[in-house]
């Protein structure tokens, strides 16, 4: 069983900015590629961010492009996402995801999930 553990959400007004961070201990971190996704209450769980096992490729939905900035350490099995500019529409129960592969493929879908954390901007 994979344990992926969010922190960093919260509380932010319109244009602030937060770091959510997933910890995802094991030996075999670096061997993923990471995501993630985001849902409100009442609609689908809809992809934000995905980075490759080095980090040297991403993929963001075009909602957060040039706004959220996601990276990973592996060093510290951590992975991040780096919000800044932040609207009212993004807020939502944020969830870390590791993909069964190593790289991003079109299509691909997590195998297992965090938690969730929330985000809350107020307008």
């Known amino acids: 069983q994979v344990q992926l553990v969010e922190s960093g959400g919260g509380l932010v007004q319109t244009g602030g900015s937060l770091r959510l961070s997933c910890l995802a201990p094991g030996r075999t971190f670096s061997s993923n590629a990471m995501g993630w996704f985001r849902q409100v209450p009442g609609k689908e769980r809809e992809f934000v961010a995905a980075?490759?096992?080095?980090?040297?490729?991403?993929n963001y939905a075009g909602s957060v492009k040039g706004r959220f900035t996601i990276s990973r350490d592996n060093a510290k099995n951590t992975v991040y996402l780096q919000m800044n500019s932040l609207k009212p529409e993004d807020t939502a129960v944020y969830y870390c995801a590791r993909y069964p592969l190593a790289t991003l493929v079109t299509g691909g879908r997590p195998d297992y999930w965090g938690q969730g954390t929330q985000v809350t901007v107020s307008s």
């Open positions: 980075i490759n096992w080095s980090g040297g490729v991403t």
